[in-house]
């Protein structure tokens, strides 16, 4: 059966794949090297090509019509839902589609108040992106609830006991991240979830830095519910979340819409699907599922030894968080003493190297490892990496320490 991908494209996106990779993403320059893929990575060809090929079509309409284009809409949707679980290794669950990760959680979040009570407690993480803390620390102050929050080590990882030690018969939720923004670090999930669940309570996993860089397999995590963003896998700016459907069938939002719809996009999600962005995040899931994604891994395991082993060559650098790559995905956060990120940024910036600088939302996390000044230079490996890259950012940092690359 065609797909709407195969429809809009006019063949199987296989030929694109093929490609080599720098020709895959047709924003590559040669004279820059992109380390910002952790706040967001260039967008594939095959979801550009399809969104233009979308919004230059017939297809365009609502969807739950009578007509061909507001069932080809339907038929988009479900698609994309289905590429997604794929993706996420889940043959079932719910998949709901909203502008981002931050979103899609406040709007989860808010949805499981009718169930929370005082005394009831969540569990968070100092490992943990703002965008998977403040809403459950809103839940906790709106419902009378108590948020207990589990530490990370001096190395910027969390270990499975600092999270299962404070579930106990009270926990309702607990809010983890499956791989840190700003640090890399990979929490043992499948061990935090076995606890969870024997304790009755359930697990809301924040998968944005995840599913780039690992083989995403929920049914053997144990997650209730899972959050990413497609704009951080090569895709448009779009969040997804998935959930069982025994969490799905306890969410409901109060201020909603009423609607006939009693599935969960129809309890939870608010308007019209942004059909568009939905397209491109199943366009973006059909490209990583039709990579050899172990070799691009492996590739991206080497790149972060290499940029770890030199950045720990370069004096006055100091690597926040774990300096091995396992356990862990190709974020790595560093300081030069004194100098501020900023700066370092905007030198890097000027020799042609795109960097993240500041706290990048986990300020909890960077207090945890560099409490004396919790900010730092963020720089992520992607698919589209190269030893030129990295090369090119030690040179660059060189400068600044007088030590010559």
Not at 209 to 223: F, I, K, N, S
């Amino acid at each position: 059966m065609t797909s709407p991908l195969d429809t809009l494209l006019g063949m199987s996106p296989t030929k694109l794949l093929s490609l080599p990779m720098a020709e895959q993403f047709p924003g590559l320059r040669p004279d820059a090297h992109r380390f910002d893929g952790p706040g967001g990575t260039l967008v594939h060809t095959v979801v550009g090509r399809a969104v233009a090929a979308y919004l230059g079509s017939e297809h365009v309409a609502n969807d739950h019509g009578a007509f061909r284009a507001s069932a080809f809409s339907d038929e988009l949707v479900a698609w994309a839902a289905d590429r997604v679980r794929a993706l996420l290794g889940a043959p079932a669950g719910h998949v709901l589609f909203a502008s981002n990760m931050t979103t899609l959680t406040t709007m989860f979040v808010r949805a499981l108040e009718p169930g929370i009570r005082p005394g009831d407690e969540i569990v968070c993480t100092e490992l943990d992106h703002e965008a998977n803390v403040a809403p459950w620390h809103a839940l906790a102050a709106r419902t009378g609830a108590r948020i207990r929050t589990a530490r990370i080590g001096a190395d910027g990882t969390l270990p499975a006991s600092a999270v299962t030690e404070l579930i106990g018969p009270r926990t309702r939720w607990v809010a983890v991240t499956a791989a840190s923004n700003a640090l890399g670090s990979m929490p043992n999930l499948p061990q935090i979830c076995a606890t969870a669940h024997a304790a009755g309570a359930q697990v809301f996993a924040d998968g944005v830095q995840a599913v780039a860089h690992t083989r995403v397999d929920l049914p053997a995590w144990g997650c209730d519910a899972f959050v990413t963003s497609a704009y951080k896998w090569y895709g448009p700016h779009c969040g997804v979340l998935w959930t069982t459907g025994a969490t799905a069938s306890a969410l409901r939002l109060a201020e909603q819409v009423p609607s006939a719809d009693d599935d969960l996009p129809g309890r939870l999600q608010l308007g019209t699907t942004d059909f568009e962005a939905v397209l491109g995040t199943g366009a973006a899931a059909e490209a990583l599922l039709g990579w050899d994604r172990k070799e691009i891994f492996e590739r991206e395991r080497k790149l972060t030894d290499l940029l770890i082993t030199r950045l720990e060559e370069l004096p006055g650098c100091r690597i926040l968080g774990p300096t091995t790559s396992t356990e862990r995905v190709p974020v790595v956060s560093f300081q030069l003493r004194g100098r501020a990120p900023a700066d370092v940024a905007r030198h890097l910036a000027d020799s042609g190297v795109a960097v993240w600088h500041g706290s990048f939302y986990a300020s909890g996390t960077l207090r945890a490892v560099a409490p004396e000044d919790p900010q730092a230079v963020r720089a992520g490996i992607t698919c589209y990496s190269t030893e030129k890259d990295v090369h090119a950012l030690v040179k660059a940092l060189g400068e600044l320490t007088g030590e010559p690359a």
